[in-house]
Protein backbone atom coordinates (compact mmCIF):
# COMPACT_ATOMS: atom_id res chain seq x y z
CA UNK A 1 0.00 0.00 0.00
CA UNK A 2 1.61 3.21 -1.10
CA UNK A 3 1.42 6.31 0.90
CA UNK A 4 0.30 4.25 4.01
CA UNK A 5 3.69 5.76 5.93
CA UNK A 6 2.88 9.46 5.35
CA UNK A 7 -0.97 8.82 5.88
CA UNK A 8 0.06 8.28 9.65
CA UNK A 9 1.01 10.96 11.79
CA UNK A 10 2.87 11.10 14.90
CA UNK A 11 4.85 14.04 16.86
CA UNK A 12 7.36 12.41 19.47
CA UNK A 13 8.86 15.31 21.51
CA UNK A 14 11.70 14.18 23.93
CA UNK A 15 12.76 17.43 26.46
CA UNK A 16 11.64 20.07 23.89
CA UNK A 17 15.23 19.39 21.71
CA UNK A 18 14.07 16.55 20.26
CA UNK A 19 11.22 16.41 17.66
CA UNK A 20 10.23 13.50 15.37
CA UNK A 21 7.43 13.92 13.07
CA UNK A 22 5.89 11.22 10.68
CA UNK A 23 3.45 11.69 8.03
CA UNK A 24 4.93 14.89 6.48
CA UNK A 25 4.57 15.12 3.19
CA UNK A 26 6.78 18.57 2.16
CA UNK A 27 9.06 21.24 3.72
CA UNK A 28 7.80 25.06 2.84
CA UNK A 29 10.35 26.71 4.65
CA UNK A 30 12.63 26.69 7.45
CA UNK A 31 15.54 28.76 9.24
CA UNK A 32 16.98 28.28 12.64
CA UNK A 33 13.64 29.83 14.62
CA UNK A 34 11.38 27.55 12.55
CA UNK A 35 10.16 24.80 9.86
CA UNK A 36 7.32 24.90 8.57
CA UNK A 37 6.04 21.04 7.61
CA UNK A 38 3.10 19.90 5.84
CA UNK A 39 1.61 16.92 7.23
CA UNK A 40 -1.69 14.68 6.70
CA UNK A 41 -3.35 16.70 9.21
CA UNK A 42 -2.95 20.11 8.06
CA UNK A 43 0.09 22.81 8.45
CA UNK A 44 2.65 22.13 11.22
CA UNK A 45 4.91 25.34 12.30
CA UNK A 46 7.65 24.48 14.90
CA UNK A 47 8.78 27.45 16.56
CA UNK A 48 11.99 28.22 18.45
CA UNK A 49 15.72 28.58 18.96
CA UNK A 50 18.75 27.22 17.14
CA UNK A 51 16.54 24.82 14.86
CA UNK A 52 18.01 22.04 12.73
CA UNK A 53 16.89 19.53 10.47
CA UNK A 54 18.64 16.17 11.46
CA UNK A 55 17.01 13.68 9.49
CA UNK A 56 14.85 14.35 6.07
CA UNK A 57 13.02 11.22 4.28
CA UNK A 58 9.97 12.61 2.39
CA UNK A 59 9.77 9.21 0.91
CA UNK A 60 8.79 7.49 4.52
CA UNK A 61 7.49 10.92 5.51
CA UNK A 62 10.02 11.13 8.55
CA UNK A 63 11.22 14.91 9.58
CA UNK A 64 13.68 14.84 13.11
CA UNK A 65 14.51 18.35 14.50
CA UNK A 66 16.91 19.53 17.37
CA UNK A 67 17.01 22.47 19.45
CA UNK A 68 15.05 24.42 21.89
CA UNK A 69 10.97 23.70 20.82
CA UNK A 70 9.00 26.78 21.91
CA UNK A 71 5.65 25.57 20.24
CA UNK A 72 4.03 23.38 17.35
CA UNK A 73 1.06 24.81 15.74
CA UNK A 74 -1.33 23.37 13.10
CA UNK A 75 -2.98 25.37 10.44
CA UNK A 76 -5.33 24.34 7.58
CA UNK A 77 -3.21 23.97 4.60
CA UNK A 78 -5.32 26.14 2.57
CA UNK A 79 -4.08 28.97 4.64
CA UNK A 80 -0.35 28.54 3.12
CA UNK A 81 0.68 31.19 0.72
CA UNK A 82 -2.24 33.86 1.41
CA UNK A 83 -1.03 37.27 2.01
CA UNK A 84 -2.12 39.46 4.66
CA UNK A 85 0.20 39.16 7.73
CA UNK A 86 1.62 36.33 9.75
CA UNK A 87 0.28 33.10 10.57
CA UNK A 88 -0.66 34.03 13.93
CA UNK A 89 -2.55 37.42 12.92
CA UNK A 90 -4.61 34.84 10.34
CA UNK A 91 -5.73 32.61 12.97
CA UNK A 92 -6.59 35.66 15.30
CA UNK A 93 -9.34 37.11 13.00
Known amino acids: MEGTL ?3 HKIELASRNELRVTGVSE ?3 FNDEGILLETS ?4 TI ?3 NIRITKLNLDQG ?3 VSGEM ?3 VY ?3 GTFGKKGGSLL ?3 LK
Open 62 to 64: EVA
Open 75 to 77: SDA
Open 89 to 91: SRL
Open 41 to 44: LGLL
Open 47 to 49: GGE
Open 27 to 29: VHS
Open 70 to 72: NSL
Open 6 to 8: KDF
